[in-house]
């Protein structure tokens, strides 16, 4: 089965700093990685995803990341982050032998003034 | 743009009561799906759904859960005689196919806290 790890439970920026949240997946075949966010009590709401056509991927809100199979990773960033930006970022990828999502543990990102 | 709408926001249940969680998947959509994520862990698959019936489940969703679609439009997850554990935010979430390149809409959650 599919795992994807974020590596960092909680990361703290600057505001204007740059956003760098990881992922790593566990596959041997690349798979389909999405990156989701989730604002306090709202639901999840997907920033980007990739799906081979390009391994640089933007997203919504200035965020974009990167594939790369040799690393097994799919990285979130931001260059200057904003603290609107403040939120729970989870990692997913979608399992190999359903329909459903494996998600990430998440990393809580906190934007400081 | 369309949502996928939970009700209610949250949900107080005394310990062995049944409770039923409302989803209003977004309309063309035709595939539907039940995550947990019980507080400050991750989000957990439960079931997904299509053609009115399950094609998936997780090991959670045992024989306490169910789910239905009563209508054209709702999809709800019933608990038949809730845990402490239980205690979780629920999301309901759709597709419109189940090609892995298609993203799941997730609503806002319905937060379940079990007394």
């Known amino acids: 089965a599919q795992s994807v790890t974020q590596l960092g439970s909680h990361v703290s920026v600057s505001e204007g700093a740059l956003v760098l949240l990881r992922c790593n997946y566990s596959s041997s075949v690349p798979p389909y990685l999405f990156w989701y966010v989730q604002y306090p009590n709202q639901g999840l709401q997907l920033l980007l995803k990739y799906t081979s056509a390009a391994t640089l991927v933007k997203g919504i809100n200035g965020f974009e990341a990167e594939f790369k199979k040799s690393e097994t990773s799919f990285h979130l960033t931001k260059p200057s982050a904003h603290m609107s930006d403040a939120a729970e970022y989870f990692c997913a990828v979608r399992d190999n032998y359903g329909q459903n999502f494996v998600f990430g543990p998440g990393t809580r990102l906190s934007v400081l003034p | 743009e369309p949502e996928v709408t939970q009700t209610p926001s949250h949900q107080v249940t005394q310990m062995g009561q049944e409770v039923i969680l409302h989803c209003v998947p977004i309309s063309n959509h035709l595939y539907f799906y039940w995550y947990r994520q019980i507080l400050g862990q991750k989000v957990e698959f439960l079931v997904s759904?299509?053609?009115?019936?399950?094609?998936?489940k997780s090991e959670i969703f045992d024989d306490q859960f169910s789910v239905e679609r009563p209508d054209g439009s709702n999809f709800t997850l019933k608990i038949r005689s809730t845990k402490l554990e239980d205690s979780a935010m629920y999301f309901c979430?759709?597709?419109?196919?189940?090609?892995?390149?298609?993203?799941?809409?997730f609503g806002d959650g319905t937060r379940l806290s079990i007394l």
């Open positions: 979430a759709s597709s419109e196919t189940d090609r892995e390149v298609e993203p799941q809409h």
């Open positions: 759904f299509y053609n009115n019936e399950i094609s998936e």
